[in-house]
């Protein structure tokens, strides 16, 4: 779980993503979701950065 929190400390600071969105993505990695689906740029990059392809 700390790992989560810190990846999100980073995001949020990097890319300005706010914590709802930062949970989504966390939880489609937990999930092992291959594919993203959001029209949020920000949540979009951060799915991105981790290796999730996004659409759409």
Do not use: W
């Amino acid at each position: 779980m700390n790992a989560y929190f810190d990846t999100a400390i980073i995001f949020n600071e990097t890319i300005g993503c706010r914590t709802l969105d930062l949970l989504h993505v966390a939880v489609a990695l937990t999930l092992g979701v291959k594919t993203f689906v959001s029209f949020d740029e920000r949540q979009r990059a951060v799915a991105k950065l981790e290796g999730v392809s996004v659409k759409p």
